[in-house]
């Protein structure tokens, strides 16, 4: 764990959102929206909680993070770079032909990248294997994985909860990015997901809901999640969609969309350009 302080996180935080941006502008293509609403937990597991060195990504004992919403890896990218994985320079190949930088997750391509997501509903399930695996070997990291509120239609959602509370694996943390929206539109028009908490108690995992933008409020919620030694947790971050840019708050249009030139310069304005 690093001393990064709240007001250093925020930086940071700045910086990947406007890294997301500059990619997007120059790719003319990805996701900024979904991105936005969990750089502020990305900032917190990247360059303060996990245990990992950008020098070894295959360390063995290294903690791991699967991206479940891989549509969102354009802030996972960001991070990565600026951790030192690999030069900021690679950020301006996104989605290009050749470039280690795709436009969801390739473990193969992308060091720092744990596991190949994007295909929604899969990434919880092979989270609960990763926690499966370090039990076996008696490794004591900790796998997080992250999940979208659209997923959690996803049948396999539910099928890798009922795995991971029946191994009680207290290693495993999961965040829902709880920002009411999927693709097609709100949460609620299309599948009515509420209550998600009562839903995941159910299933019998150690839950806690978050500000998920407030990084005191995460830092604390992961300290807690660790403190339970027979039950996964599932840490519900009520976020908002495009959270950073005033134009792209909780406007479902940017869940895949291109800023022109002058949304650019108001992000640039915003955000900060060092």
Known sequence: MSNMTINNLQDVSH???LDVMNMVYEAKDGHPGPAFSIADLITVLYFKEMRID??????????RFVLSKGHACTVLYAALAR????????????RKYGSIL??????????????????LGNGLGMAVGMALAARYQQ????????????????GLIWESAMAASKYKLNHLIAFLDHNGWQSGGSIQDIS???SVINKWESFNWNCQIIPGHDFDE????ITKAKLCKDKPSMIIMNTIKGKGLPFMEN???????VPTEEQMKEAIKILGDD
């Open 218 to 221: 995460i830092i604390n919620a």
């Open 102 to 119: 795709q436009g969801h997750p390739d473990m193969n391509k992308t060091p720092g990248i744990d596991i190949t997501s994007g295909s």
């Open 83 to 94: 951790k030192g994985y690999f030069s900021v320079d690679e950020l301006h190949g996104l």
């Open 15 to 17: 910086r990947l959102r």
């Open 192 to 194: 009515g997901l509420e």
């Open 54 to 63: 950008p020098k070894n990504p295959s360390w063995e004992d290294r903690d």
């Open 139 to 154: 490794k004591d990291f900790y796998t997080y994985a992250v999940i979208g509120d659209g997923e959690c239609e996803e």
């Open 251 to 257: 406007d479902n249009s940017w869940h895949k969309r």
